[in-house]
């Protein structure tokens, strides 16, 4: 069984940073492609971000390229997700996922977190 918990979420500034990191259980973390989405109120959850089995390759939606940033750790099961930059669109919760392939539909990750909120203030 995966299990996949996340971390960080908190108010932050507009303009501010904030780092949110996944803890995953289990073993063979670093064959899983590992992912961020997030799910603002009221609107469907949406893809931000995906790190490869070994860091190799990172794929980003438009509205976050540039300012945040995928990192995974596979010593310690981890993946991170560091959002500069902030923007009152940002609030959200943020989701870690987990597959074996690669894909931008929530609906194709198998393993979910329970989410970390991130608000951010205007």
């Known amino acids: 069984q995966v299990q996949l918990v996340e971390s960080g979420g908190r108010l932050v500034q507009a303009g501010g940073s904030l780092s949110v990191s996944c803890v995953v259980s289990g073993q063979a973390f670093s064959s899983y492609v590992m992912g961020w989405f997030r799910q603002a109120p009221g609107k469907e959850r949406e893809f931000v971000t995906a790190i490869s089995r070994t860091g190799g390759n990172r794929y980003y939606a438009d509205s976050v390229k540039g300012r945040f940033t995928i990192s995974r750790d596979n010593g310690k099961n981890m993946v991170f997700l560091q959002m500069n930059n902030l923007k009152s669109e940002d609030t959200a919760v943020y989701y870690c996922?987990?597959?074996?392939?690669?894909?931008?539909?929530?609906?194709?990750?198998?393993?979910w977190g329970k989410g970390t909120l991130v608000t951010v203030s205007s």
């Open positions: 996922a987990a597959d074996h392939r690669y894909s931008r539909k929530w609906e194709d990750m198998r393993y």
